[in-house]
């Protein structure tokens, strides 16, 4: 069976961890230190916290805005649940905001703002831009979710260096990866002093080893070749479409996913598991309904429904490549999309 994703860890990466291990450094130190710096050099900012996942980074910037009991936040439904889950562990109130084409835009997330808005999440869903350019003028925290979109380039700008805080996850599913971890940054020189009196009031709890470290430096030393290969398969993947006269709609995007709109997900999903290829839907739940929040989202619930994720990953090998074109190219020729 093909999976849907899987971590692309190569001979180097052993030999990475076969020195830490030598060397019987293990906790965090000159491995971290050189994962830190490469890291804002390929992102082009000047703080970054490492920290024990993405979800641990994201509630470490809720603390350092201070998001309290009835401060509202702005996001999307169609997002990772631990987003929400830390804003309820807060008792802030979510407000969740359309989408279209899988991210949302400043139009949807504008709707959404007023005097309660405390934080805006923007999420580069799948690794594709969620422009918002817009929402600086508002005053507004914009955090940037950028677990899925680690080297996306916005005119010019690498997300995580454009909001007011970034955060980012190196699970193994993540297009850069650690094993574990993550790590957050705040840009905004205005809450420097939120960060260091938060940093050291929790010195001792965000930590990253020289053998993760030792992976990631590895890993974004090669990380323009890992994202070229997922680029060159997602063009493999739309020329199939082009030649079905379907029209693809992302402009920019590093492929983390490669979703696509189809009527029938479950019949998709099966026609390719019959073939061996493991496709999903794009998220797992929708998050309002999850929660029972009320809130209209048509057009979100529209993509929830109709949205596949095919396989998209420099792991896959030149035949599994093929096989997943081919069985694209015969389902679209059945049943179209």
């Known amino acids: 069976?093909?999976?849907?994703?899987?971590?692309?860890?190569?001979?180097?990466?052993?030999?990475?961890?076969?020195?830490?291990?030598?060397?019987?450094?293990?906790?965090?130190?000159?491995k971290t230190d050189e994962f830190r710096t490469l890291i804002k050099n390929y992102i082009?900012?000047?703080?970054?916290?490492?920290?024990?996942?993405?979800?641990?980074?994201?509630?470490?910037?809720?603390?350092?805005?201070?998001?309290?009991?009835?401060?509202?936040?702005i996001l999307p439904s169609y997002v990772c649940e631990s987003v929400l889950i830390e804003i309820l562990k807060r008792e802030a109130v979510p407000i969740f905001c359309e989408i279209d084409y899988w991210v949302s835009n400043e139009n949807f997330i504008l709707e959404k703002v007023n005097s309660k808005t405390k934080a805006i999440v923007v999420v580069h869903l799948f690794g594709i831009e969620c422009a918002f350019e817009q929402l600086n003028a508002l005053g507004i925290p914009i955090i940037e979710d950028c677990c899925q979109s680690f080297g996306l380039k916005i005119n010019n700008q690498t997300t995580g260096s454009i909001g007011d805080f970034s955060f980012?996850?190196?699970?193994?599913?993540?297009?850069?990866?650690?094993?574990?971890?993550?790590?957050?940054?705040?840009n905004n020189e205005k809450y420097n002093d939120e960060k260091k009196y938060f940093l050291k009031m929790n010195r001792f709890t965000f930590k990253m080893s020289n053998l993760n470290s030792s992976i990631g430096c590895s890993q974004l030393l090669d990380y323009d070749d890992f994202l070229m290969k997922r680029k060159n398969i997602a063009n493999r993947y739309i020329d199939i479409l082009k030649k079905h006269n379907i029209n693809y709609e992302i402009n920019?995007?590093?492929?983390?996913?490669?979703?696509?709109?189809?009527?029938?997900?479950?019949?998709?999903?099966?026609?390719?598991?019959?073939?061996?290829?493991?496709?999903?839907?794009g998220v797992d739940k929708l998050l309002h309904k999850e929660y029972s929040f009320k809130v209209e989202l048509n057009r979100t619930e529209y993509i929830f429904d109709h949205t596949i994720s095919l396989p998209i990953y420099p792991a896959l090998k030149f035949e599994e490549i093929n096989l997943i074109c081919k069985t694209l190219n015969q389902y679209i020729s059945t049943y179209g999309l």
């Open 252 to 281: 920019n995007s590093i492929w983390f996913r490669f979703p696509l709109l189809v009527t029938d997900s479950n019949l998709f999903i099966e026609f390719f598991n019959e073939r061996g290829i493991a496709v999903r839907k």
């Open 44 to 73: 082009g900012i000047k703080d970054l916290t490492f920290t024990s996942s993405g979800t641990h980074a994201l509630s470490a910037i809720f603390e350092i805005i201070d998001l309290k009991k009835d401060d509202e936040v």
């Open 168 to 186: 980012f996850s190196f699970h193994p599913t993540k297009c850069l990866t650690t094993g574990e971890g993550g790590a957050f940054c705040v």
């Open 1 to 30: 069976m093909i999976s849907h994703s899987k971590p692309y860890l190569r001979e180097k990466e052993l030999q990475v961890l076969n020195e830490v291990i030598e060397s019987g450094y293990l906790a965090d130190a000159n």
